[in-house]
């Protein structure tokens, strides 16, 4: 079992910068590519972006490519999202995710373990 719990979430300004991180514990041992999605109210949940265990693989959605960086630091078991020039389209729960396989499909069922989510507010 591996437990996710992610932060960072909040309330900003459109043209803003947030830092999520998921902390991942439990059987960490195992090389999870990790993921990112997001959920705004009423929609479908939507992949953001990917991550393979090494980190010099990723995959973005094109709507935050170029804004959004995803990096991972292995020795403390952390994936972080940074996000810049935040719309109000980003307006979502942000989960984190983790998998066997990094592929560049971004379907969640292919994750095994997710967080409970972190909210994120971009106000106009």
């Known amino acids: 079992q591996v437990q996710l719990v992610e932060s960072g979430g909040g309330l900003v300004q459109a043209g803003g910068s947030l830092r999520l991180s998921c902390a991942a514990s439990?059987?960490?041992?195992?090389?999870?590519?990790m993921g990112w999605f997001r959920q705004a109210p009423g929609k479908e949940r939507e992949f953001v972006v990917t991550?393979?265990?090494?980190?010099?693989?990723?995959y973005y959605t094109d709507s935050v490519k170029g804004r959004f960086t995803i990096s991972r630091d292995n020795a403390k078991n952390t994936v972080y999202l940074q996000m810049n020039s935040l719309k109000p389209e980003d307006t979502a729960v942000y989960y984190c995710?983790?998998?066997?396989?990094?592929?560049?499909?971004?379907?969640?069922?292919?994750?095994?373990?997710w967080g409970q989510g972190t909210p994120v507010t971009v106000s106009s």
């Open positions: 995710a983790a998998g066997l396989y990094y592929n560049e499909l971004g379907i969640p069922g292919q994750y095994i373990y």
């Open positions: 439990g059987r960490t041992s195992i090389r999870y590519a």
């Open positions: 991550i393979n265990w090494s980190g010099d693989s990723a």
